[in-house]
């Protein structure tokens, strides 16, 4: 996985390269090494840029200047597969982490970014389970996601956006209609929900599955322990499966999940198989995708743009943080809904867009 660049500095041209060093704990022997060259033609290998024994080893390194800070940036497969970040004041190091660290979940992977001198875009695939079948394994590889936009903040915090242009793109007004099914909802052009200790739901009818663009402003209340949206619920109003899209803005995180999730194997037996006659199968991510939020948005609002294309979900919340995944689980009845769990929100200019 070389990368190529010009080290004005240092007067040559740089190559990063994945590698592992001969010693050290096994699993932790990932290296990101350093050649050089005047000529691209004849390359001399120095010591490495980065030897943090932290992974088996790094993917897909890269290395640019946004803002006022350095980024260094890697895959890893060997713990959380996601794409990392690291930050410095200098291309040399030392390279400090973030309480965001990642520009999403497992299932964006390998980013490359490009830049335009003004703007970074961060680019990377979505990957698929083999034969597009629920129950079989992931692949290596898969589709190319939407691009991220790169933002660094005065702490070196790196947020990734929807780019407005993917945004314009999404023109046409797709005709939606709240149907409360469960809680006090007031309805209107900005709906309002209760679920003060308590569960509330709606589903949203219209908007379909193919190259959509759901956009959504939500202002939970005081103490809300979750709200988002639901996608994909089964069984009408007893809710029996689905995903969901959560804003937890106490736990300062957005979850992207799957109900009902695997339990311990006992209860698994006693109350999903035996009960309610559901196998779930355990998946290596859970949650799906969890991301923390770098900082909480001085209004109380969260802005939510979920594109989805057909199995593709990427949820951009508060111009941040990005989850993405890929939902084969389809409802026969409903695609889309929103949910209040403890507490109350508004949903402020909600629209669908193609």
Same mark, same amino acid.
């Given at each position: 996985?070389?990368?190529?660049? &010009?080290?004005? %500095?240092?007067?040559? @041209?740089?190559?990063?390269?994945?590698?592992?060093?001969?010693?050290?704990?096994?699993?932790?022997?990932?290296?990101?090494?350093?050649?050089? +060259?005047?000529?691209?033609?004849?390359?001399?290998?120095?010591?490495?840029?980065?030897?943090?024994?932290?992974?088996?080893?790094?993917?897909?390194?890269?290395?640019?200047?946004?803002?006022?800070?350095?980024?260094?940036?890697?895959?890893?497969? +060997?713990?959380?597969?996601?794409?990392?970040?690291?930050?410095?004041?200098?291309?040399?190091?030392?390279?400090? /982490? $973030?309480?965001?660290?990642?520009?999403?979940?497992? &299932?964006?992977?390998?980013?490359?970014?490009? /830049?335009?001198?003004? $703007?970074?875009?961060? #680019?990377?695939?979505?990957?698929? $389970?083999?034969?597009?079948?629920?129950?079989?394994?992931?692949?290596?590889?898969?589709?190319?996601?939407?691009?991220?936009?790169?933002?660094?903040?005065?702490?070196?915090?790196?947020?990734? &956006?929807?780019?407005?242009?993917?945004?314009?793109?999404? =023109?046409?007004?797709?005709?939606?209609?709240?149907?409360?099914?469960?809680?006090?909802?007031?309805?209107?052009?900005?709906?309002?929900?209760?679920?003060?200790?308590?569960?509330? #739901? =709606? @589903?949203?009818?219209?908007?379909?599955?193919?190259?959509?663009?759901?956009?959504?402003?939500?202002?939970?209340?005081?103490?809300?322990?979750?709200?988002?949206?639901?996608?994909?619920?089964?069984?009408? %109003?007893?809710l029996e499966s689905g995903y969901c899209l959560s804003?937890?803005?106490?736990?300062?995180?957005?979850? @992207?999940?799957?109900?009902?999730?695997?339990?311990?194997?006992?209860?698994? /037996?006693?109350?999903?198989?035996?009960?309610?006659?559901?196998?779930? $199968?355990?998946?290596?991510? +859970?949650?799906?995708?969890?991301?923390?939020?770098?900082?909480?948005?001085?209004?109380?609002?969260? &802005?939510?743009?979920?594109?989805?294309?057909?199995?593709?979900?990427?949820?951009?919340?508060?111009?941040?943080?990005? =989850? /993405? #995944?890929?939902?084969?689980?389809?409802?026969?009845?409903?695609?889309?809904?929103? @949910?209040?769990?403890?507490?109350?929100?508004?949903?402020?200019?909600?629209?669908?867009?193609?």
């Amino acid at each position: 996985d070389p990368f190529v660049y &010009r080290d004005e %500095d240092a007067g040559c @041209f740089k190559m990063l390269i994945s590698a592992r060093l001969k010693d050290g704990p096994q699993f932790r022997r990932g290296c990101i090494a350093v050649a050089t +060259s005047d000529d691209l033609d004849n390359w001399e290998v120095g010591p490495p840029l980065a030897s943090s024994m932290l992974t088996h080893c790094p993917e897909c390194p890269e290395i640019f200047k946004l803002g006022d800070w350095w980024y260094l940036v890697e895959s890893r497969y +060997s713990e959380r597969m996601q794409t990392l970040y690291r930050v410095a004041k200098s291309p040399e190091g030392p390279w400090e /982490s $973030r309480k965001l660290d990642s520009l999403d979940g497992r &299932r964006f992977y390998a980013a490359k970014s490009a /830049s335009d001198s003004d $703007r970074r875009f961060s #680019f990377a695939w979505i990957p698929f $389970r083999k034969h597009h079948e629920a129950k079989n394994n992931w692949v290596w590889g898969g589709e190319l996601g939407s691009p991220r936009e790169l933002v660094s903040l005065p702490d070196g915090t790196l947020i990734s &956006r929807l780019p407005q242009e993917v945004d314009d793109s999404y =023109a046409s007004p797709v005709e939606h209609e709240l149907r409360p099914m469960l809680g006090e909802w007031k309805m209107g052009d900005t709906p309002h929900c209760d679920a003060t200790g308590a569960y509330a #739901f =709606a @589903f949203l009818d219209g908007p379909g599955r193919d190259d959509v663009l759901l956009d959504v402003v939500i202002e939970p209340g005081a103490n809300t322990e979750a709200v988002g949206v639901l996608i994909e619920p089964k069984g009408g %109003d007893e809710l029996e499966s689905g995903y969901c899209l959560s804003i937890e803005p106490m736990k300062e995180r957005v979850l @992207f999940d799957r109900w009902p999730d695997a339990m311990d194997p006992l209860w698994d /037996s006693l109350v999903l198989n035996e009960r309610h006659d559901i196998e779930v $199968r355990k998946e290596i991510d +859970s949650p799906l995708v969890e991301r923390p939020l770098a900082f909480t948005p001085e209004d109380g609002r969260y &802005r939510v743009q979920i594109l989805r294309k057909g199995s593709a979900i990427e949820c951009f919340v508060a111009g941040q943080v990005v =989850a /993405s #995944f890929r939902v084969y689980d389809m409802s026969d009845t409903d695609a889309w809904g929103l @949910f209040v769990q403890e507490g109350a929100a508004t949903f402020h200019d909600l629209t669908f867009r193609k």
